[in-house]
């Protein structure tokens, strides 16, 4: 079960838990205090923002905070806890020792289980793992009975289990705060996004990249604009980046589109040999992201919206020579749509990896041509 990856955890980085510095969220961080310190304490928060901003990071504060702050006062414990100007707890309470040794009775972590017949992740959260919230809610607890729960991806809940959800929060028991965190809220059942209060997290700037991934052991030195350029904001995008060699992987793509119309195709063909093998698949899965990333781009600059940044050696440069006006503009996003559809049908039916990279290629040298 140790070879099991977390999944609520980013290949290469802290898992929430262990993280206590949140950066670029203080506007969401306020309003969450503001709700607490007013005595508008929800029952339940949706987390919202693209994927690895720091929803989870932030679900994990607001559970230290609240299990800490209600056991410090426990003479008046369901009264609202008094302002703060900050989620942090002292760094010796015990709740915060207990959280990291995933010993603490007031807080559930709900995520994506092992199937314990194949000994790999679900794909979906399944209705028992929700239904063990009925047996948390209803123990007892030396701090009067408030429990936090952290639901971590919403989005990854299945019908069966999206329903048992919804009961308790037409329901909520007592004493309780649920934290969902959600990518895309718009996969969620509208009766659960209803019962919720919103908490909408932002992409982080290149300042606020560069403390956390500094934060994540990361040092990225110059390279951290390009990060926050191709990440979209998103730490957590980032992070995969810098691992797994993205922004060199992203530089071979531009240098490609560079050589277009004619591309070479001798380094075509380097690139589509270095996505074969058993242990390639994230590269293939990083390549047609950052494939996807760079025509998008291509088809903004012809549309009047170059990069502010280049995230590669001579990208502008480059774009601007394929993207001349709005025609080529939908060209290549005409181009984006379909090649990058070609290869998600050929990956389904298994074709060679390498055919489907020379395959995308020669699309986009006849959108040059």
Request: hydrophobic letters at 45%; proline letters at 5%.
């Amino acid at each position: 079960m140790s070879d099991v990856p977390s999944p609520d955890q980013i290949s290469g980085a802290a898992h929430p838990r262990e993280a206590h510095d949140l950066l670029g969220q203080d506007a969401a961080q306020a309003s969450f205090l503001k709700a607490v310190a007013t005595d508008h304490l929800h029952h339940a928060w949706l987390l919202t923002g693209q994927r690895g901003i720091g929803k989870a990071t932030l679900a994990w504060k607001i559970a230290r905070f609240l299990i800490a702050t209600r056991l410090d006062r426990s003479d008046d414990i369901f009264d609202a806890p008094p302002a703060s100007a900050s989620l942090d707890i002292p760094a010796d309470h015990p709740v915060n020792a207990r959280i990291l040794a995933g010993s603490e009775p007031c807080l559930l972590s709900v995520t994506r289980s092992v199937n314990e017949k194949t000994n790999r992740l679900r794909a979906d959260i399944v209705v028992d793992d929700v239904r063990r919230l009925a047996g948390f809610f209803q123990m007892s607890a030396a701090d009067g009975g408030h429990r936090v729960v952290i639901v971590d991806a919403a989005d990854d809940m299945n019908v069966n289990a999206a329903n048992a959800l919804l009961k308790m929060l037409e329901e909520p028991p007592k004493n309780a705060t649920l934290l969902l965190i959600s990518h895309q809220p718009s996969r969620l059942l509208p009766t659960i996004r209803s019962r919720c209060r919103t908490l909408r997290l932002n992409p982080l700037n290149a300042d606020d990249m560069a403390a956390a991934l500094a934060q994540a052991g990361l040092e990225t030195g110059r390279q951290t604009e390009a990060l926050a350029e191709l990440s979209g904001g998103s730490v957590g995008d980032a992070i995969r980046l810098s691992v797994l060699g993205g922004l060199d992987l992203y530089a071979e793509i531009i240098s490609l589109l560079g050589s277009l119309p004619r591309l070479d195709q001798p380094r075509a063909l380097k690139l589509a040999e270095s996505v074969t093998g058993q242990k390639a698949e994230d590269r293939l899965d990083l390549l047609y992201t950052l494939l996807d990333i760079a025509l998008t781009r291509l088809a903004r600059t012809g549309a009047g919206h170059p990069p502010v940044i280049d995230a590669a050696q001579d990208e502008g440069q480059i774009f601007s020579k394929l993207a001349t006006s709005s025609t080529s503009a939908r060209a290549w996003a005409a181009t984006s749509q379909t090649a990058l559809a070609r290869a998600r049908h050929g990956r389904a039916v298994n074709l060679d990896p390498a055919a489907l990279v020379l395959d995308t290629l020669f699309k986009l040298r006849e959108t040059a041509t």
